[in-house]
């Protein structure tokens, strides 16, 4: 059988080629990659300018007389006064809006300015019954005559308390009645006193309860001080039970009594920073049937203690005419709330 087998010379020449297309393929493949990578680059550089351009366009306000150019400022264009920029975010505070005071809505009137109006209280007349009368003591015949309160007989009158150093109830019940009545008078209520100091003595309890009536008041308020134990402080307010007995009739006044005395007990307290009574009454509140002073009014009306007298914390406020001042605006204040509210 005869072999076949390739000439020598022909495996050179195959090699020859093989090497010359490798050759080219290996500079050519590079040089196409490179300049294609190069395309790209340019490409992509040229698509993120648009899109940056765009994206500036859509952010960028409308062009304004404080409008910075894009990404620079070379130069400090802003307004004088005008914040500089920041790289850190706005706080809460900066970004928050300032408000126009000429569009912001103005504050609602708070209970006491709308109660220091001079119109708040026109037409109205309160009656102050400062308790006592300095001339008391100088006529103890006329008021320790008994005089019917309705549900019992009692002294027309008493001296009252004082202090240690004898500053007394009556001289600091009528400077106090005279503070509210300027109050009072200032917000334009016509303002009645059971006495002003221009009586010698008295009146007896049973003229004082009427003197509501008689001067037509709306609202009425005794004021006091009193003489508890040394060791007891605070003041409280004094309300009418329903009395009906002799000539005593207190219903139709006994519930509009009881909101007077909540309120001149909020308010008194409010204005004097006095605390409740420890020693009597609950929660500064009290209800008696005793007082003729309230058996026979006909007119809403309560009694204050302002403090103990006979303690040496509340007579040191009570001698202070800045503290008076305070309790006869707590006063003031409960009897304007009284006749302006419901």
Known sequence: MTRTTAAPHDEPPRRSRLLRTT??????????????????????????????AHAAGAAAPPPGPFSAAPFSAPA???PPGAPTA??????AAQAAPTADPTT?????????????????????????DPGHNPGNAAH???????????????????????????YSEAEYTLDVSRRA???????????????????????????????????HADAAVSVHGDGGPPGGSG????????????????????APSHRLGLLLRDSFHAATGEPYADYIASQGLDTRSDLGGLNLSTV?????????????????????PQWRQQAAQGIADALTAFLTTR
């Open 140 to 166: 103890t015949a006329e008021i320790n005559r008994q005089v019917d309160i309705g549900n019992a007989r009692k002294e027309c009158d008493t001296t009252g308390t004082s202090t240690n150093a004898g």
């Open 23 to 52: 050759t080219v393929a290996a500079v050519l493949v590079p040089l196409c990659l490179a300049g294609w990578l190069g395309w790209q680059a340019v490409a992509d550089r040229g698509r993120d300018d648009t899109a940056a």
């Open 235 to 254: 003041f409280h307010v004094i309300m009418p039970a329903r009395v009906v007995a002799g000539t005593a009739d207190n219903s139709a006044i006994v």
């Open 181 to 215: 009545r300027a109050i009072l008078t200032a917000r334009g209520a016509t303002v009645v006193l059971v006495q002003d100091g221009d009586q010698s003595w008295g009146p007896c309890i049973d003229a004082r309860a009427k003197a509501g009536a008689t001067a």
């Open 76 to 78: 400090d264009t802003s």
């Open 86 to 91: 920041s790289a850190d975010p706005p706080t």
């Open 104 to 128: 912001a809505p103005t504050a609602a009137p708070t209970a006491s300015e709308s109660a220091g109006s001079a119109t708040a209280l026109a037409g109205r007349t309160v009656l102050l």
């Open 300 to 320: 809403p009306k309560v009694f204050i203690e302002c403090g103990n007298m006979r303690n040496s914390t509340d007579a040191k406020r009570m001698t202070d």
